[in-house]
């Protein structure tokens, strides 16, 4: 089973880009299916972004759509969410999560393993 660790959150005005990074530990990264949530302050736990690990497939949250692009670098086990023309309402923790067997790319139950989640603030 792998473990994950996020870097690259922090502050940024709105308009601006950032890149999320999600190290990925054990020699079975290739066979997850990798994916991005986020948490806002009194909000659940969202949907942001997924990568399906055997046909590369993506898949995005409407309000991020046209906005963010998740990718992967299997040889480093490293998997990246690069956040453009960020807004306000961006800001949240956001978490990396991994997967097997997944088939609702949407559902944070699908994916058994979780990083500690870095934070992303967006101001106005």
């Known amino acids: 089973q792998v473990q994950l660790v996020e870097s690259g959150g922090g502050l940024v005005q709105a308009g601006g880009s950032l890149r999320l990074s999600c190290a990925a530990s054990?020699?079975?990264?290739?066979?997850?299916?990798m994916g991005w949530f986020r948490q806002a302050p009194g909000k659940e736990r969202e949907f942001v972004a997924a990568?399906?690990?055997?046909?590369?497939?993506?898949y995005y949250a409407d309000s991020v759509k046209g906005r963010f692009t998740i990718s992967r670098d299997n040889a480093k086990n490293t998997a990246f969410l690069q956040m453009n023309s960020l807004k306000p309402e961006d800001t949240a923790v956001y978490y990396c999560?991994?997967?097997?067997?997944?088939?609702?790319?949407?559902?944070?139950?699908?994916?058994?393993?979780w990083g500690q989640g870095t934070s992303v603030t967006v101001s106005s």
């Open positions: 999560a991994a997967g097997r067997g997944v088939s609702r790319i949407n559902f944070r139950s699908e994916y058994s393993t």
């Open positions: 054990g020699r079975t990264f290739i066979t997850y299916t």
């Open positions: 990568l399906r690990w055997f046909d590369g497939n993506t």
